[in-house]
């Protein structure tokens, strides 16, 4: 799945030409990979996702999408936050991320079930998140025998209906007032960053550790409270340091480790990938 969405996300194209030069250029995407998150192709997904795409552009908001995201697998935020990353050349000033997430919390022979349709809005230099978007739809009460896959259809239905009207206002209003952040040529973030590795066996993680701390261009690094399976650690490089993305493919070359790099202003990630599809990246 994976490897498609790779290959699908070649190229972005723009959805019209005859926008105003001066409106917000955006980088408009699916979320799906998550807890109650509804897959992208799930009908109600696709209503709002669509929907609001069409809203944005009459809008006058210049909306980037993937040429091919239908043959796209599921996507997580930070597979997202990847493709954006590679996405610097159309000069975009915001990505937006949309999803769509389903509650279900049984109660006795009924259940409560409501849809939350979710935007969150990064900096496309940084990408930093920087606003989102929230609407809730009203809670439906169902009876867990009596509501069956047409029932189920039209309650989903219903709660794109009733979320959708204040969802795509909401989110061009903040869009509309979007402004990108200036840039920084100097600056403690450029010296000082917050490291974090995801997906990495504590093996892996120690030898991860020992080598940057070894590079020349390490001044110091210092472990953060953070989970076992995600630790983060405070970076600070010397003076003169070149490229943090440079020293790190280095390191992760040394200990024959793949992973994708995804960088922000003040803040580093590595996310493990499986070694066949590290000529993906």
């Known amino acids: 799945m994976f490897k498609k969405m790779m290959i699908a996300l070649a190229t972005l194209s723009l959805s019209s030409a005859a926008i105003a030069a001066d409106a917000p250029r ?22 709002l996702f669509d929907h609001t795409g069409n809203y944005l552009h009459h809008e006058k908001i210049r909306l980037f999408e993937e040429d091919q995201r239908h043959e796209a697998g599921r996507r997580s935020i930070d597979e997202a936050l990847d493709i954006a990353q590679g996405a610097k050349g159309k000069r975009l000033d915001a990505v937006v991320l949309v999803s769509l997430k389903h509650i279900q919390k049984k109660d006795g022979p009924k259940a409560k079930d409501r849809m939350v349709a979710i ?66 040529v100097k600056g403690k973030s450029l010296k000082q960053l917050t490291l974090t590795l995801k997906g990495f066996k504590p093996r892996e993680i120690r030898h991860i550790e020992d080598r940057i701390v070894r590079l020349s261009s390490t001044r110091d690094l210092s472990s953060l409270t953070s989970k076992p399976a995600k630790p983060a650690f405070w970076l600070e490089r010397r003076k003169g340091a070149g490229d943090v ?37």
């Open 119 to 184: 935007a969150k809005i990064f900096d496309a230099r940084t990408l930093d998140i920087v606003d989102s978007v929230r609407v809730k739809s009203p809670t439906a009460s169902l009876r867990t025998r009596g509501c069956h896959k047409e029932c189920r259809q039209l309650v989903m239905r219903r709660h794109v209906r009733e979320v959708l009207p204040s969802f795509k206002q909401k989110l061009a209003e903040r869009l509309q007032d979007y402004r990108p952040a200036k840039r920084h």
């Open 245 to 281: 993305r440079k020293d790190l493919n280095k390191v992760l070359a040394d200990l024959d480790l793949q992973a994708r790099i995804i960088q922000t202003r003040s803040q580093v990630t590595l996310v493990k990938i499986h070694q066949d599809l590290a000529y993906l990246d």
């Open 26 to 47: 955006i980088l408009y995407m699916e979320v799906d990979q998550g807890p109650q998150l509804m897959e992208r192709d799930h009908p109600a997904f696709t209503r």
